[in-house]
């Protein structure tokens, strides 16, 4: 059996999100054979998925133009979607050959559309994934333009030709359609904070922070880390401070999910993979603030309930609030991790999907 997994070029967040569902298949089909369309490295494609991969160069679906890893470029945005869609057809023909070329009995889109059309004309089975869908982030930021709303409608019936959606959580809520919802998907990490202490050569009741902001670093110079006693910052290689309470962690070479589950604090940026992971660790969170993201709110409200959270705008990250929020955070008592149920729920639905072969 052939699985192809199409996963936007926006980020590794939608890697985060399927990657541990794929592996799961894996292990309850050991003959699957899994080929990743991607933009990511080889190297980051192999450090979320298990077992042998075929990777092919991605779709031309964009995601989002980002000027960073936080703001969104709305015309330009809608200018490479128009791009997109005024050769939508032609598109989709090629993919859908691409498909019966490839012999796949099973698509899994993490989260594009154009995947889910050619799908369905090349009458092959296909699953969208994720915590929210394209149609609804271009019509967000994208929607006063002129054609924005047949771009946004012709996205839209994509999503909802797809043999079945699965909705995670947290995520946006996608009424329009009627997906399947699962719970948390994460990657867990080991904690390996005694192995990491005793590298570091620090006493054993040293808390762990890591600074997770996904290539944003100017909004913070490390430099300015508050010095609270008792905790280790573990930063970006790329601006790491010289100083005896911080480490880059690039030098500790470990799997950055065990970074997470052997921290007692992250500090990141809004996000489904890191919230989800820290939460499965039963880290404390402190995130910046992204109010024009419209996943934010939804992913923040599940965390707050499920971790010790709290949201700062970037212009406190310099200051002394950062120092005060830390401390409030982890002298709160540690809640029970949370179990990433989504994984096994979402794995189900993609076996039953695919055709039943007796040498399975």
Known sequence: MHLLVDISPHGYGHIAQCAPVVNALGERLPRLRVTVRSAAARPVLASHFQG?????????EPGLVMADAMTVLPRASYDTYRALHTRWDAEVAEAARALKTLRVDLVLSAVSCLPLAAARRAGVPAVGI???????????????FEG????????????????????????MPMPELEPILVGPVARLGRSRSAEIRARLHLEGTTRLALVALGGIPALLPLDSLPRIPGLHWLTPGDAAPEREDATPFDRLDLPFGDLIASSDLVLTKPGYGTFVEAACAGAAVVTL????????????????????????????LA?????????????????????????????????ELLPIRRDE
Do not use: K
């Open 52 to 60: 042998e991969l075929q990777v092919l160069a991605p779709g031309p």
């Open 289 to 316: 603030a992204r109010p024009d993201w419209p996943e934010t709110p939804h992913l923040v409200e599940w965390l707050r309930s499920h971790a010790r959270c709290e949201v700062l705008p970037p212009e406190d």
């Open 319 to 351: 200051s002394r609030e950062l120092q005060t929020t830390v401390e409030r955070l982890l002298a709160l008592p540690r809640p029970a991790a949370v179990r990433p149920t989504g994984i096994q729920e979402a794995a189900r639905v993609l076996q």
């Open 130 to 144: 994720g915590s929210f869908h394209w149609a609804a982030m271009f019509q967000s930021y994208c929607g006063t």
């Open 148 to 171: 924005a709303g047949e771009i946004a409608a012709r996205m839209l019936a994509a999503y909802r030709d797809a043999t079945r959606f699965i909705a995670l959580t947290p995520g």
